[in-house]
């Protein structure tokens, strides 16, 4: 029997992880393996700024995850994230010249016209539908109704050119097919919070190493996303200046750190080890702890549009490896006076694994099982057989489900990427388009200009004349035959 399973991989700033994983019919997902890569050397603010580095990193990925699977992988799901992605609103007007229903037709236009918008140096990577203004009111679904005015409002999520094009190029280097891009805040943001949080409004932080990534949702559409420069890592390498190296001062922020201290908890002549010689006052500790924590809460905060700040009936939800931190809710809670905090250990999904990385469930790998969950394609290739004549000679296989090319209106605001195979075939679909109405309507004036010739012909004095003696000679001859 053929092997099922699907595969993901997420290009985080501390690590790169790889992970695979069966669908079950009751929906639950059983984990078979997980690989990770210290990715420091290759992935800054979680994008690729060295393209060789990030190609060995995922390639052997993608072979111990072979190895363990017994299998080659054909194709892979790839998180999206990191630094410069944000959103900006985008406002498409359509005047109808009178009153007009409202056609699917009419909507893809806009949201394709909204897909061409151009920002300098800016990929759009999705975009997400606010709602549509129908004359003076907005409709979710302004399909079938009457108006002479449509208006599209849209949150285009952006990214820098050069990080969409290094990423693509990572994966076409190593030979590894992408069956799917997907932006990695959605994916987790699905996979984390309630309906009910994302209906009642929400904010999502994920505290990551390099990055924050802040997500605001109201009404269940994704309002606001943006990620700031700021993470776990600008702790460590504070506690750093208190003269120790940086791997001694992530170990100190694990054991010691807390995101608050009550002044009345501090013993001013306490001091903490950082080695067997060497110690650091407490309160010259959690000073620079508190003080870096409470600038990536006030960014993080900082984000959040001012029209949904009294609107966030779900509270905060915490996620990613720094909402492990003690006390991180309370000092959330003294910021932003939002009562409702919950942090996200771990998916909704029902996850079966007897992998310590999985069990764990610290948060850390929250994005990549969001990926995993978004997969419904086979990512098996061929078996590995042992076979001492194997040479490799078919490192690449095509995957065992036909991978569609879909136009850009069909995965709006589903957080799919598109990667630069499918953005070459959509162009070139839409150029196929573009020629094919051009011939038709060249057919259609050459046909109106050929009719208008005919009508022309036919009201010359010439035809006229010619037509009342052919009728008068027809009506002698009427006469003579009587």
Request: proline share 2%; hydrophobic share 35%; glycine share 6%.
């Amino acid at each position: 029997m053929p092997k099922e399973f699907i595969v993901a991989i997420e290009l985080g700033s501390s690590k790169i992880t790889g992970i695979a994983g069966k669908k079950n019919l009751d929906g639950s997902i059983s984990i078979l393996a997980v690989v990770q890569e210290d990715s420091a050397s290759c992935i800054r603010k979680g994008v690729v700024y060295n393209i060789d580095k990030t190609v060995m990193c995922v390639t052997n990925i993608v072979k111990k995850l072979e190895t363990t699977l017994k299998s080659k992988i054909a194709q892979v799901y790839v998180g999206v994230g990191g630094q410069s992605i944000r959103s900006i609103k985008n406002v498409i007007l359509r005047e109808m010249g009178g009153l007009t229903v409202v056609t699917p037709e009419m909507i893809n236009e806009l949201m394709d016209q909204n897909r061409n918008s151009s920002y300098p140096e800016q990929e759009i990577l999705d975009a997400a539908t606010q709602e549509y203004k129908v004359d003076q009111q907005y409709q979710l679904d302004p399909v079938g109704i009457q108006c002479s005015r449509l208006e599209g409002n849209f949150l285009n999520i952006l990214w820098r050119k050069q990080f969409y094009r290094n990423l693509n190029k990572c994966f076409e280097q190593a030979g590894i097919t992408i069956a799917e891009m997907y932006l990695a805040p959605l994916a987790m943001a699905d996979s984390v919070l309630t309906e009910t949080e994302k209906r009642s409004g929400c904010v999502l932080v994920d505290l990551g190493a390099d990055t924050t990534t802040v997500s605001v949702y109201n009404k269940n559409i994704l309002r606001h996303l943006a990620v700031i420069p700021l993470g776990g890592n600008n702790i460590t390498k504070d506690i750093a200046t208190l003269q120790m190296e940086e791997n001694e001062a992530e170990r100190m922020k694990l054991k010691y750190g807390s995101a608050y201290t009550d002044n009345s908890d501090i013993d001013n002549s306490l001091s903490l080890p950082i080695d067997q010689e060497r110690n650091v006052f407490s309160r010259d500790f959690i000073n620079i702890v508190e003080a870096r924590v409470e600038e990536i809460i006030e960014n993080a905060w900082f984000q959040v549009p001012n029209e949904y700040i009294d609107k966030l009936l779900g509270g905060i939800i915490l996620t990613g490896g720094g909402s492990n931190m003690k006390n991180i809710e309370r000092a959330f809670r003294n910021h932003t006076h939002i009562e409702k905090i919950r942090v996200a250990k771990f998916v909704t999904t029902t996850i079966n694994s007897n992998l310590p990385e999985i069990n764990a469930q610290n948060g850390r790998l929250n994005t990549v099982l969001g990926i995993l969950e978004k997969g419904d394609m086979n990512c098996a290739g061929e078996e590995i057989t042992g076979d001492l004549f194997d040479n490799g000679a078919h490192e690449q296989h095509e995957s065992s489900t036909p991978r569609t090319i879909r136009q850009p209106n069909e995965i709006t605001g589903m957080g799919i990427v598109q990667t630069e195979e499918e953005k070459k075939a959509a162009e070139e679909e839409a150029r196929r388009r573009r020629e094919e109405e051009e011939e038709a309507e060249r057919q259609r004036l050459a046909e109106e200009e050929a009719e208008a010739r005919r009508i022309k012909r036919e009201n010359s004095t010439w035809n006229r004349l010619w037509r009342s003696v052919k009728n008068f000679g027809g009506k002698i001859i009427e006469d003579e035959t009587e």
